[in-house]
């Protein structure tokens, strides 16, 4: 079945550096994906909206020149987590849209941890 | 805002016993209602979904109805195994797919031992 990868799976990085986090649709055409961030105990929340080729669309109180999102084909679109800081600590995960078929498959998830 | 309340874990149960994990919803309108499930090292998978009122979901032995009047959707099965062990997530959507935003509970999560 249609897969969704997403790298790295867990990060450690510095304070003041940026992370990238990919999420590809492996043999399907992704028109849509979303990302979600997950804190510990709390729901999955959507971050932003994402369709290929355009502006993402962003979640009241998430800073969009902090997590910054491009979707530059139909298969691929990243995440990246500007001068991270520590409350940047987190569980993102990415979804995609296979509008073609009717469904909505996640990656695995990146766990970031900022020192 | 919509919000989904999931009873919180961990829950760990003995194979064969029964299983329930509650849900609630507020939600605006008719939402589709999905659970989802990980397992470990793996993405969020679909395990079953509800598009309207009354209806039943149902897979790998996992059932989950629709009751709107009482905003729940509890994930039940009869016999637990020890591959049933992952985080299950109760989710809402204006979507019958959801393919638009999806508003998800804390997660479950779920170990079997044998």
């Known amino acids: 079945g249609a897969v969704v990868s997403q790298h790295p799976s867990r990060v450690i990085c510095k304070s003041g550096t940026s992370v990238k986090i990919e999420c590809r649709s492996l043999?399907?055409?992704?028109?849509?994906m979303f990302w979600y961030r997950q804190f510990p105990k709390q729901s999955l929340m959507l971050m932003a909206t994402s369709n290929e080729g355009s502006k993402a669309t962003y979640e009241q109180g998430v800073e969009k020149d902090k997590f910054l999102i491009n979707h530059a084909s139909l298969t691929l679109s990243t995440l990246t987590v500007t001068s991270a800081h520590p409350e940047d600590s987190s569980f993102y995960i990415c979804s995609a849209s296979d509008s073609l078929n009717e469904k909505l498959f996640f990656g695995s998830g990146t766990q970031l941890s900022v020192l | 805002g919509d919000s989904v309340t999931q009873m919180e874990g961990p829950v760990t149960l003995s194979e064969e016993a029964f299983l329930t994990i509650n849900c609630t919803y507020t939600a605006t309108g008719y939402p589709s209602l999905f659970w989802y499930v990980q397992y470990p090292g793996e993405g969020l998978q679909l395990l079953l979904k509800?598009?309207?009122?009354?209806d039943k979901g149902s897979n790998k032995g996992f059932e989950a109805t629709y009751r709107k009047e009482t905003t729940s959707f509890h994930l039940e099965k009869g016999s637990v195994q020890v591959s049933d062990s992952a985080v299950y997530f109760c989710a809402l959507s204006s979507s019958n797919f959801g393919n638009e935003k999806l508003t998800f509970g804390t997660g479950t999560r779920l170990t079997i031992i044998p």
């Open positions: 509800a598009t309207k009122a009354d």
């Open positions: 043999d399907f055409q992704a028109t849509t």
